[in-house]
């Protein structure tokens, strides 16, 4: 329904292979649950006009955090998907995740319409103002089963954190916890590409993640770590330190991190990789050539990904997205990498969702596992 391939109640009967009855049946309970409504008649094909549905579009919504190191964007969806109100906020990962998730906690109880206002740190009463459940992005490993970080870099005091834990005890609603490259890759998924089975969605940013997606599903593996490539080795030894302990890791290589520490040792003062990016559009060409081998090591472990997986699309998002020169060098080196036949059909592309796209992943993922299910 929310995917808008069926609009009425024959629709469904006929997509579910479900008696029209049934159909009728489990309509009916959904409409008196809130989560569906009649919107009036729509084309006859010959008989009674049939009553068109939808998924109100007021009432019910989804809260969803995308949690980036310094800022999060935060916002209320409806169950169809749509961003119904978004923002930016700073954050400071370092605070903790206490103090970060509990103040991130208090916006989205705030978004929610209806009653008063929350009170910071108190558990909310937002299940009874409509809300369903919260989806959060976290920009590092989670275990996904549980809701537990584990072993992320530059996020200190995270390790082992159970949000899911954390949350229930200041939400009354379900909480459902994933990485964030998992969620661009199914808000990504999504909003442009719903019709292909099998793609592989890059975040490069501060850091380094894909999200994949398998039969027209996210693919976690056995303990949600499915995607992670940001421990791949590019180089072999010595090549720089990584924060996992390794040397050469792609993350060391290639994220945003790495490029403004490399800056930093050929003596050009950047603070972040906002200043990075300024450098490149300027055609700095110590930063240009250091985009540029990001790009060839990102495209190297790319090329393995596409020989071993396939895909119909890689597409690339996050803060490096829009570096021309990585981009070009990543092309260049997954043509050359690849089997003819893997790279012949294969789309190589910007993702082009939009900065609200965390947040549309983490809305479908409590869609799919909370609202859908109930
Ligand atoms: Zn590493």
Same mark, same amino acid.
């Given at each position: 329904?929310?995917?808008?391939?069926?609009?009425?109640?024959?629709?469904?009967?006929?997509?579910?292979?479900?008696?029209?009855?049934?159909?009728?049946?489990?309509?009916?309970?959904?409409?008196?649950?809130?989560?569906?409504?009649?919107?009036?008649?729509?084309?006859?094909?010959?008989?009674?006009?049939?009553?068109?549905?939808?998924?109100?579009? =007021?009432?019910?919504?989804?809260?969803?955090?995308?949690?980036?190191?310094?800022?999060?964007?935060?916002?209320? #969806?409806?169950?169809?998907?749509?961003?119904?109100?978004?923002?930016?906020?700073?954050?400071?990962?370092?605070?903790?995740?206490?103090?970060?998730?509990?103040?991130?906690?208090?916006? +989205?109880?705030?978004?929610?319409?209806?009653?008063?206002?929350?009170?910071?740190?108190?558990?909310?009463?937002?299940?009874?103002?409509?809300?369903?459940?919260?989806?959060?992005? +976290?920009?590092?490993?989670?275990?996904?089963?549980?809701?537990?970080?584990?072993?992320? !870099?530059?996020?200190?005091?995270?390790?082992?954190? %159970?949000?899911?834990?954390?949350?229930?005890?200041?939400?009354?609603?379900?909480?459902?916890?994933?990485? %964030?490259?998992?969620?661009?890759?199914?808000?990504?998924?999504?909003?442009?590409?719903?019709?292909?089975?099998?793609?592989? @969605?890059?975040?490069?940013?501060?850091? +380094?993640?894909? =999200?994949?997606? !398998?039969?027209?599903?996210?693919?976690?593996?056995?303990?949600?770590?499915?995607?992670?490539?940001?421990?791949?080795?590019?180089?072999?030894?010595?090549?720089?330190?990584?924060?996992?302990?390794?040397?050469?890791?792609?993350?060391?290589?290639?994220?945003?991190?790495?490029?403004?520490?490399?800056?930093?040792?050929?003596?050009?003062?950047?603070?972040?990789?906002?200043?990075?990016? *300024?450098? +490149?559009?300027? &055609?700095?060409?110590?930063?240009?050539?250091?985009?540029? *081998?990001?790009?060839?090591?990102? =495209?190297?472990?790319?090329?393995?990904?596409?020989?071993?997986?396939?895909?119909?699309?890689?597409?690339?998002?996050?803060?490096?997205? %829009?570096?021309?020169?990585?981009?070009? !060098?990543?092309?260049?080196?997954? @043509?050359?990498?690849? #089997?003819?036949?893997?790279?012949?059909?294969? #789309?190589?592309?910007? $993702?082009?969702?939009?900065? %609200?796209? &965390?947040?549309?992943?983490?809305?479908?993922?409590?869609?799919?596992?909370? $609202?859908?299910?109930?």
């Amino acid at each position: 329904m929310a995917s808008g391939a069926a609009a009425s109640r024959a629709d469904l009967a006929r997509l579910s292979g479900l008696s029209p009855s049934t159909v009728s049946q489990r309509v009916e309970a959904l409409i008196s649950e809130g989560l569906l409504q009649e919107t009036g008649a729509g084309k006859s094909r010959g008989g009674r006009r049939p009553r068109q549905l939808a998924v109100p579009t =007021g009432g019910a919504l989804v809260g969803a955090i995308d949690l980036g190191a310094h800022h999060a964007r935060l916002g209320t #969806l409806d169950l169809s998907g749509r961003v119904v109100e978004s923002r930016l906020l700073p954050v400071r990962i370092e605070d903790g995740p206490e103090a970060v998730l509990g103040a991130l906690l208090d916006e +989205i109880a705030a978004l929610v319409p209806g009653s008063a206002a929350p009170v910071p740190g108190q558990r909310g009463d937002v299940a009874a103002r409509g809300l369903r459940g919260i989806g959060i992005g +976290i920009p590092g490993p989670v275990q996904f089963e549980t809701g537990r970080i584990v072993s992320p !870099s530059r996020m200190p005091g995270w390790n082992g954190f %159970d949000v899911r834990a954390f949350c229930a005890e200041r939400t009354d609603v379900p909480v459902v916890v994933d990485n %964030d490259a998992n969620l661009m890759a199914l808000g990504e998924h999504h909003a442009t590409h719903p019709e292909l089975e099998h793609a592989v @969605y890059v975040k490069a940013g501060t850091g +380094i993640g894909a =999200g994949v997606i !398998s039969g027209g599903r996210l693919h976690r593996g056995a303990q949600g770590s499915a995607g992670d490539i940001s421990h791949c080795r590019v180089l072999a030894d010595p090549g720089p330190l990584c924060s996992c302990g390794n040397t050469g890791c792609l993350e060391a290589v290639a994220s945003g991190a790495a490029l403004v520490t490399a800056l930093r040792e050929q003596g050009v003062p950047v603070d972040d990789l906002t200043g990075v990016m *300024r450098l +490149i559009d300027d &055609g700095d060409r110590h930063a240009t050539a250091l985009a540029r *081998r990001a790009g060839r090591s990102i =495209g190297e472990i790319l090329a393995v990904v596409v020989n071993f997986f396939n895909p119909q699309v890689v597409a690339i998002g996050g803060r490096l997205a %829009d570096c021309e020169p990585l981009l070009a !060098s990543m092309r260049a080196t997954l @043509y050359e990498r690849c #089997l003819p036949l893997a790279t012949q059909a294969l #789309l190589i592309e910007r $993702v082009v969702a939009g900065p %609200d796209v &965390g947040i549309m992943g983490a809305a479908h993922l409590v869609i799919d596992r909370v $609202v859908e299910p109930a």
